[in-house]
């Protein structure tokens, strides 16, 4: 079987300027203050938001406070399969920062929605090269293993502001470079505010229930297979993307 999609992307760029976005609506406000299974917003998440804020009152400025400090606090670990877990519970009583990025980004939401701040991960694919930096595309037409979480905080009039702070931990693991770089320098503040769009998002969900089952998925990123004997294990599949000029 052969299933392809056709779909459009554009990078998606915050302006601190423009403050001229229609305002959500309150109950999906709600759902994304409220805490996950794996990504609490209570406890020790809002004890450590509380701590990296300080006084700061304006939420972009909070929400760039914590995003630093889960740049400068996590580590990124390519060994780990997938995107990780996305048990932001467990690294906080651990005292542990990190993981891949359902872990990093994953972090940064829980903080953000323990302080107050609209805050949610966003579940997709990474579908073409980068300009920033090589390991934050593919290198072939392969995507079978490209899964990739992305975040993004809400703020009345600028609407949902993009961010990864899990990519930035990710280029200095893979590309070997120094956190004090100027070029990392340059690609943490890109990506506060900047998604480049060599990526697709799928879903928003989270503590899921698939029809049939009893038990909830944190979240759901790779495909899910069953036959009659049950849940097909592995990657029996290939995902393949190409650029098409529409």
């Not at 300009?131 to 809400?154: C, I, K, M, P, W």
């Not at 799928?202 to 297979?225: A, C, E, H, S």
Request: with cysteine; aromatic share 8%; proline share 5%.
């Amino acid at each position: 079987m052969q299933l392809t999609t056709l779909v459009t992307t554009a990078d998606r760029h915050f302006d601190i300027t423009k403050r001229t976005v229609a305002p959500e609506r309150e109950d999906i406000l709600r759902r994304n203050l409220q805490a996950s299974q794996l990504l609490p917003n209570d406890g020790l998440a809002f004890q450590l938001g509380e701590r990296i804020i300080g006084r700061i009152k304006d939420p972009v400025a909070q929400a760039k406070a914590i995003y630093d400090w889960v740049v400068d606090n996590t580590t990124y670990d390519p060994s780990l399969p997938g995107c990780g877990v996305g048990d932001v519970r467990r690294q906080l009583i651990q005292g542990q920062y990190g993981g891949r990025s359902a872990d990093i980004n994953g972090l940064f939401v829980a903080i953000c929605r323990a302080i107050g701040i609209p805050a949610r991960c966003v579940y997709g694919l990474r579908t073409g090269s980068s300009r920033l930096f090589r390991n934050l595309g593919l290198s072939s037409d392969d995507a079978t293993r490209a899964q990739h979480v992305r975040a993004e905080f809400y703020v009345p009039g600028y609407g949902w502001i993009p961010v990864d702070p899990s990519d930035v931990r990710r280029t200095i693991a893979l590309e070997g470079i120094s956190d004090r770089d100027s070029k990392l320098l340059s690609l943490k503040k890109i990506l506060f505010g900047v998604w480049e769009m060599n990526w697709i998002a799928f879903n928003l969900g989270t503590d899921i229930v698939l029809p049939g089952k009893n038990t909830r998925m944190p979240f759901l990123l790779l495909p899910y297979l069953e036959s009659s004997s049950g849940e097909i294990t592995g990657t029996p599949y290939t995902i393949r993307t190409r650029q098409v000029e529409v």
